[in-house]
């Protein structure tokens, strides 16, 4: 699976192939990917990808519902931050899912003792527990507007992935130059070569 957007709730609204043109194929097979996503962008680390990818194989029903769960959020994190791209209110129906996911991991974390003081941690006991990770996530972003760079969606014909804009203009129309860019640049030369 490739990885782009800069940030974890990106990476993760981003785990449908594409968005423009037509839609997929979707990338989340399975809930276990979900948890090798979270452990390769250091949301989790080794020891709890395990343990939840246990927890999987001994609930395979709580599994399939923590996917649900989890493609719900993900189609909610798009909406919500495709609306900044276009400039568009933000989107109540996708605000309240990520809102209410977010809170119930709020409501589950405990206080901690870590070697540099007392952290606010979430438990990862539950298979939810992962998907209120990303919603919380993406408060992140959502917290965070006035301090970080906009939003963007690709323009790429078969993409659409979310980016965080980080360029020096604020104007970059491509997740990245080495694959959208590149083809909407041999798209455009093949063109000129046709209709000089
Ligand atoms: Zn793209």
Redesign the pocket.
């Known amino acids: 699976m490739p990885l782009s957007g800069g940030h974890p709730a990106l990476y993760f609204a981003n785990t449908v192939d594409s968005r423009r043109g037509r839609w997929g194929p979707d990338l989340l097979k399975s809930y276990v990917d979900i948890i090798v996503l979270a452990q390769r962008i250091g949301l989790i680390d080794e020891e709890q990808a395990g343990d939840l990818v246990a927890l999987c194989k001994g609930h395979p029903q709580k599994a399939a519902a923590a996917l649900k769960e989890a493609v719900q959020l993900r189609e909610s994190i798009y909406a919500f931050f495709l609306s900044e791209d276009a400039r568009q209110p933000y989107p109540n129906e996708a605000f309240e899912v990520v809102h209410d996911f977010a809170k119930r991991g709020r409501a589950r974390q405990v206080l901690s003792k870590a070697n540099d003081g007392f952290k606010w941690l979430q438990p990862l006991t539950e298979l939810t527990d992962l998907v209120d990770l990303f919603a919380e996530a993406a408060t992140e972003l959502i917290t965070s507007r006035h301090d970080r760079r906009p939003i963007r969606e690709?323009k790429?014909a078969n993409?659409g992935?979310l980016f965080l804009d980080t360029s020096r203009s604020g104007q970059r129309l491509?997740?990245?130059e080495a694959?959208?860019g590149t083809n909407e640049r041999v798209k455009r030369f093949r063109k000129r070569q046709r209709d000089p």
């Open positions: 690709c790429g993409c992935w491509w997740c990245s694959t959208c």
